[in-house]
């Protein structure tokens, strides 16, 4: 695991006590085998537990240990919070951390190793409301047909099928580099099966569009597929990083005059507010996205709105 692999390297360098440093690789394997967290939220976490980690061996002048956790107070927290602002951390960034450290703090609560809820009495940072940012329908297609006209036949056949998950099936893009040769749609089966966040199973209907450049991919990569290994592939034949599917986006925006917020996600809010602006219901846009909550979704509908009031601003003659 690599979460795992990563604890083991890091420990000696936070120079943790050996108790606190068990605990550590115990939570990650839990996150990783009992609530099905993904690679990237336990590496995430492993951060964020690790900054602190930090600050605890510079507050105390020694190695933190588990006894520690048992003695933090509300002025550790809110010290360890006003050294990351100093640090120029923004507040998005610091309420992932703070939500790590209270879920390692509940576990450790939960398996009777320590007890201590101090941290549940520190005020979160206030998040700026944000909506979606999606790419007009002309702008997405635009791109999903640039990225296609790269030096190499099989690199464009792989960069426009990767963007019509994305946009035509709103996967994310770890979802969509995830997939392998078995799960690819063929003849009679457009439909696929997307394990997302937190092993949260979806099906996801997938464009004729997407079976044919799928195809095309497959059958253009040079490199050997095994059936259930990631079917995206780099240059050098390993897996597909989402590095190189961001670059490939970015190098398009000043061509296309696209916005600096034309990311691989975009493509995902993309799918989602053109359904809803064809008359998609939300329900089963909840489904395709696989959001576990109706109520995240429904951000949606203000993207909708803000782009017919544009609309009315734009055309009504008294606007």
């Known amino acids: 695991m ?6 083991d390297r890091t420990m000696p360098e936070l120079d943790l ?5 068990g605990c550590v690789t115990r939570w990650l394997a839990h ?12 590496e995430a976490y492993e951060r964020d537990l690790g900054s602190f980690i930090s600050f605890l061996r510079t507050h105390f002048t020694r190695p933190p240990c588990l006894g520690d ?7 550790t927290f809110r010290a360890y919070m006003a050294a990351r602002r100093r640090a120029g951390l923004a507040s998005r960034s610091l309420s992932r951390t703070m939500s790590a450290l ?5 576990w450790l609560d939960a398996t009777g190793v320590s007890n201590n809820r101090a941290i549940m009495r520190v005020g979160m940072p206030k998040l700026p409301h944000g909506v979606p940012k999606p790419l007009t329908i002309d702008k997405a297609t635009a791109l999903v047909s640039a990225v296609g006209e790269a030096d190499e036949a099989w690199i464009g056949a792989r960069d426009t099928a990767v963007l019509l998950l994305l946009y035509g099936s709103g996967l994310r893009i770890s979802e969509a580099l995830g997939l392998t040769p078995r799960d690819a749609p063929s003849i009679g089966r457009d439909v696929i099966r997307i394990t997302g966040k937190g092993g949260k199973e979806r099906l996801v209907p997938v464009l004729p569009v997407t079976e044919a450049a799928l195809a095309r991919y497959l059958k253009l990569v040079p490199f050997p597929l095994e059936p259930n290994e990631p079917m995206f592939r780099g240059a050098k034949g390993g897996p597909l990083s989402p590095r190189i599917i961001q670059l490939a986006i970015a190098r398009m925006r000043e ?3 696209l916005p600096i917020t034309a990311t691989p996600h975009a493509l995902r809010h993309s799918f989602a507010t053109h359904l809803l602006s064809a008359g998609a219901d939300l329900r089963q846009i909840q489904e395709l996205l696989g959001h576990a909550s109706l109520s995240t979704t ?19 003659p008294r606007a």
């Open 69 to 75: 956790m048992d003695r933090l107070d509300l002025k």
């Open 102 to 106: 209270r879920t390692f703090i509940r």
């Open 255 to 257: 061509a296309l005059q």
């Open 17 to 21: 006590g050996a108790d606190l440093a």
């Open 2 to 7: 690599a979460g795992l692999s990563k604890v």
């Open 298 to 316: 429904q951000v949606y509908t203000e993207v909708d709105r803000a782009h017919l009031l544009r609309v009315y601003d734009a055309a009504h």
């Open 31 to 42: 996150l990783e085998l009992h609530e099905g967290r993904s690679p990237e939220t336990i």
